[in-house]
């Protein structure tokens, strides 16, 4: 800033008063004493900091500190120069007084503030509080000398004397009403309390009286603070600090404490009068704000803090950490030993923390780190890797347990890319999650990778797909099944999305994305309706797919059978089941089928013969036809072993009496050996390709 000004250069940086130097923003500049002075490693690192990291949520007269400073900054800005008093915090948590010189300067063409901090150590604020003391002892004795001077002139005027005295009286009640009183003897021996103090310490006068004040000392109080404390008023000085004192009942409560040495004739002290502030509920409210950002099990910041942070500090860079497969240890150790795991490995990542990187636990088994400011992308990739690598080779000691973790990253930064910038923890999720389904211990996602695209192409469909479903253009196709005697018809109906541009999209390209998204449920409905009201007035048998997930959703179960009940449709329905593992174990399956044959609808398995398929649990699930898979049937006529396979599942299927249907029928050939194999039912591009089912 200054590098044209040797001169001004050096005043600026050997200044013994902190120099900060900021927009409405950020910091730009410091000099070296407001490094020491917040407990900085370098001048750098003030200017990746936001405002708010160096002061306590509120001020010492219970104001929200962001919204304070904001006035001040008003103020400034209209007056050009300011002074004010203001309560800082170091990067450790350590508050500290200062008196603020704030004046507006024109910087590179833009108005920013240039602040010149003069720190109130203990005398400077001491000063001050026995000025005012001192003022308020000299008005008293006006009053007291007034009255004297009345009476020796033998001139007593009742009315004046008792106003003098009254107002003497209201100065006492202020301050009694206001404070927490007590006097001392020079040995600190307590001879005065006032009410106020009773009622917030619990006792009695009686039982203070005559009693130190180690009475109220609460224990986490350390013996050196009592040290400093006599050493200032012992030296005749005025002593003020914040106190934890103990009530009665052994709660804590918190004091702003003002202790003043009153001086005899001689000038030795002769007594103490201590004047407190109860600030115990600031205390307390700032204490439940933390509790609300720290993960009980770790003590580190935890999900809520990190999206806070996310919000204030520049340039954020994240790295999410996933132990592998830890529900494992939880299954085999139980979770005691899980707990103790977890807490461990974060003190492990502890060591990682500095000025500009940040660590949170954000669920059960996921930590990140939080770089940002001028923590560059390769500086946290350092970390990472350094962190990869003691995870490997140094394993964690739990009862006699030595655990050898492995861990999965996902690191992303900010970028240009509007569409994807908006959320960068979801975007360090999705790294994370792509690193998993590699088999990869990190992944980078940055704006030259093609999983950007991906990311991009995914939220690009899900809106489009919203969009689609508000103007209703979710298509209802037909497929012929034909029976292979009677030549009779039925219709398998399909789902498709019309896009704004006209294109038709299958399944296969939005099913995946429908469902992360929570819309596919609703889709389902839609194509139920539309179904059953375009096959409603005619005796047309079709079918209708449903996978597990319809299955399981109980608002999605009713609104299907109240849909049959209203179009009169169920002996037209058979309800293809999309297979899935263990699909015969879930209750609502069997609930589903039952409920459906009792109202006349049939029952299909669909992409029989692949993946989970089994013969034992078709029994189970009492179904009435079986749909073979494509894969089967589509080289059926070259390949003898297919054919056999085929010719099994159709041997099976009439002997309990179970209708097949063959799919992917796409030339004569695998069509007249379907046929001879004795399947029930045929369906493929040679028979019919699917078209709208185009309701009236």
Not at 157 to 182: P, Q, R
Not at 273 to 278: E, K, V
Not at 367 to 380: H, I, K, M, Q, T
Request: net charge neutral; glycine share 4%.
């Amino acid at each position: 800033m200054f590098e044209n000004n040797y001169f001004y250069k050096n005043i600026f940086e050997f200044c013994d008063d902190p120099i900060i130097i900021f927009d409405k923003d950020y910091f730009i500049e410091c000099n070296n004493s407001a490094v020491g002075t917040l407990g900085l490693s370098s001048r750098n690192d003030i200017k990746s900091m936001h405002h708010s990291q160096i002061s306590p949520l509120y001020q010492a007269d219970n104001q929200i500190s962001s919204i304070k400073f904001q006035n001040f900054l008003n103020e400034c800005l209209e007056k050009d120069f300011i002074k004010f008093e203001w309560l800082h915090r170091t990067i450790k948590n350590e508050n500290f007084y200062v008196e603020v010189f704030l004046k507006k300067i024109i910087f590179q063409g833009r108005e920013v503030f240039f602040a010149k901090w003069k720190k109130l150590d203990e005398i400077k604020r001491l000063e001050k509080e026995l000025e005012k003391q001192n003022i308020l002892i000299s008005q008293k004795r006006e009053y007291i000398h007034k009255i004297n001077e009345i009476i020796e002139n033998n001139d007593v005027d009742k009315e004046k004397l008792l106003d003098t005295l009254f107002l003497l009286n209201e100065y006492k009640n202020a301050i009694d009403e206001s404070s927490i009183v007590s006097k001392a003897n020079n040995k600190g021996i307590i001879t005065f309390v006032n009410d106020r103090f009773c009622e917030i310490s619990g006792y009695e006068k009686e039982e203070l009286i005559g009693k130190s004040h180690n009475i109220i000392r609460h224990p986490s109080m350390t013996k050196e603070f009592f040290k400093n404390m006599w050493k200032t008023l012992l030296n005749k000085e005025v002593f003020r600090g914040v106190i934890t004192n103990k009530r009665k009942n052994g709660e804590p409560y918190y004091v702003n404490t003002t202790i003043i040495p009153i001086m005899d004739n001689n000038n030795n002290i002769s007594e103490y009068i201590a004047i407190r502030h109860d600030i115990t509920q600031l205390f307390e409210k700032e204490k439940i704000i933390q509790e609300q950002f720290l993960d009980e099990l770790t003590s580190l910041d935890n999900r809520q803090k990190l999206l806070r942070d996310l919000k204030t500090l520049i340039n954020p860079k994240i790295a999410i950490i996933n132990i592998d497969k830890f529900r494992n240890i939880n299954d085999f150790y139980g979770f005691e030993i899980g707990d103790l795991l977890l807490k461990e490995f974060a003190k492990n990542l502890l060591k990682y923390k500095s000025t500009n990187l940040n660590i949170y636990r954000i669920s059960n088994d996921i930590f990140v780190f939080l770089a940002f400011g001028n923590f560059s992308l390769n500086e946290l990739k350092k970390v990472c890797n350094t962190l990869l690598k003691n995870v490997n080779f140094e394993p964690i000691h739990i009862n006699e347990n030595n655990f050898y973790l492995t861990i999965s990253i996902g690191v992303a930064c900010t970028c240009s890319n509007e569409i994807i910038s908006d959320n960068l923890l979801t975007r360090a999720e999705f790294a994370l999650r792509v690193a998993k389904e590699n088999n990869k211990n990190i992944l980078f996602l940055d704006e030259n990778m093609n999983i950007y695209d991906r990311l991009k192409d995914n939220r690009q469909l899900i809106k489009n797909l919203r969009n689609a479903l508000l103007k209703d253009k979710l298509l209802v196709y037909g497929q012929k099944i034909v029976n292979n005697k009677t030549n009779e018809i039925k219709y398998e109906t399909l789902m498709r999305i019309e896009l704004e541009d006209g294109t038709i999209l299958s399944p296969s390209k939005f099913l995946e994305p429908s469902k992360k998204a929570k819309l596919y449920l609703s889709m389902t409905r839609k194509l139920v309706k539309k179904a059953c009201t375009y096959f409603k007035d005619s005796n047309i048998e079709f079918t209708l797919n449903l996978t597990l997930e319809d299955l399981k959703d109980n608002y999605t179960m009713n609104f299907i059978f109240n849909t049959i009940s209203k179009t009169k449709t169920a002996k037209q329905i058979t309800f293809e089941i999309v297979e899935s593992e263990g699909i015969e174990e879930f209750q609502e399956v069997n609930n589903f089928i039952k409920n459906a044959k009792k109202l006349g609808c049939k029952i299909a398995i669909d992409d029989f013969g692949t993946g989970y398929s089994n013969f034992e649990y078709t029994i189970k699930l009492d179904i009435d036809i079986i749909k073979i898979d494509g894969s089967l049937i589509k080289n059926i006529h070259l390949d003898k072993n297919l054919e056999l396979t085929v010719e099994t599942i159709v041997t099976f299927a009439k002997a309990l009496n179970i209708k097949t249907v063959a799919e992917f029928v796409h030339n004569e050939e695998v069509y007249e050996c379907v046929k001879n194999l004795g399947i029930d039912y045929s369906q493929g591009y040679y028979l019919h390709e699917p078209e709208e089912l185009i309701l009236k």
